[in-house]
């Protein structure tokens, strides 16, 4: 179907609505022939084809995400490109929408490739809401979501689930299904929710365009990848909270240096493109949005005085790759000086002062924060030396030996640290000093295998666990995801693992389980 046909999926002309009005209008705003004009608009396909999400609960908001899209996998997704399309939402107390407690009009324009952040206010704490959304005459499917207990709120447990690296060629999104059984309270993303190109031995299926580059490319490759019934139906089930990796924009990205060591002005007009991409298609509150190439990622929530969740952007303020060369600066295993030095960062300096800042004002039980990649010390030379992977934390360790300062410093309560990014399951004790085994352990952390991406061999993760007793599991022979029990007592997280990926009626299994007790760092087997 042509971009011309497309546009038929709704009747509207260009002359019926403006465009450039912002994404979210005042009803006061807007002329009466234009909400007239508005008021007739009417769909006929659901523009709803990438389902609905809530995301950063607070004890009185959430916010409530949607995206128009007729045509989802087409430049424009089907609607005009200066159109302004209203959007209702409703929020009720019931899951069939007869107790509506709060609604809505934002406006929906092409600036935002047509998606919605909602962030309805003064909703009462710790409960569950229903929410949906209307335009052009035509109802979203209703989504569940929950608010975050009050500060003071003396709350017993906390479910969460920890996914990451979902590329769509490699597998079937199992691992959603089987999410919707474990009655979460939040999802935890910490990254590679796009791949923006193709890789691997084993596709079953394939993105069928190019590697993303333009903003009409990345949000293409988003609605592809939120086609997918089981990742519409985990977004629709309970909120949650995203960090990115490097795949939402390139691979082995540090900052504004690419793989390829581009013109930088060229890669940050891509990069620009692509976090406008991640936006349009996340929960994400509205400060979050990003001007440039520039986006305020890292957050925080809490939830009663049980757990305090903080999100880092490992990735857009990272120092380059240590130890590469000018025109390919991609990951490997490195020594050199230039990774010892001082000055490196993995967060940034406004970021590290402002996680310090969480750790030390934080009064919660649990205190969990989640990025993007491995932070345990991993020594990948056998025998006499050391290498490091020079893409996650091994790579930046003056940064890495901050951040565990900060955590000794602050003696934030029970910290405990959550990764993604190499496909596989890590349970990991953190040192006060990271090479030195006999200093105290601080933290623990727990890193998720992928929920289908491809991992490295299961040899080579074995062959790195004698000069590396800190690391209590690492397996990379499934795919799946991190679910953790959060109790006043005791952390309990169960690596639940997929039968298969190829098959989306698969079932699951529980590969391993540990926990960590209140007040003593370090992990133990349940």
Known sequence: MSRKNAHKNAQWSRRDLLGGLGATLALTSIPARLLHAADSLRFRDSP?????????????????WTRLAPAPLQPGAGLPADSVVPVTWEVATDDRMKQIVQTGVDYATSEWAHSIHAEPSQLEPGRDYWYRFTAGGVRSPIGHTRTAPRGDADNTKLRIAVASCQQYEHGYYVAYRHMLDDDLDLV?????????????????RHHNAPEAITADDYRIRHALYRGEKELQDAHAACPWLVTWDDHEVENDYAGSVSEDDDEPQWFLARRAAAYRAYYEHMPLPRRAAPFGSDM???AQRSFGQLANVVMLDSRQYRSPLACTAPARRNSRSVNCPELHEDSRTKLGVVQEHWARYQMASSRTRWNVFAQGTVMAYVDEQQGPGELFWNDGWNGYPAARKRLMESIAQTQVSNPVLLGGDIHSFIAANHHRVPADRTSPVTASEFVTTSITSEAISQASLDARRPENPNLVFANSERRGYL??????ERLRADLITMN???DRNAGRSTQASFVVENGQAGIKEA
Request: aromatic fraction near 14%; charge should be positive; hydrophobic fraction near 40%.
């Open 48 to 64: 709803f084809t990438l389902g609905v999400a809530s995301g950063y609960p607070t004890s009185s908001s959430v916010v409530l």
């Open 188 to 204: 935890v993303h910490v990254g590679d929710y796009i791949y923006e190109g193709s890789w691997g031995k084993n596709r079953i």
């Open 296 to 298: 305020r990622l890292f």
């Open 483 to 488: 679910l953790l029990d959060l109790s006043r």
């Open 500 to 502: 298969s990926v190829t």
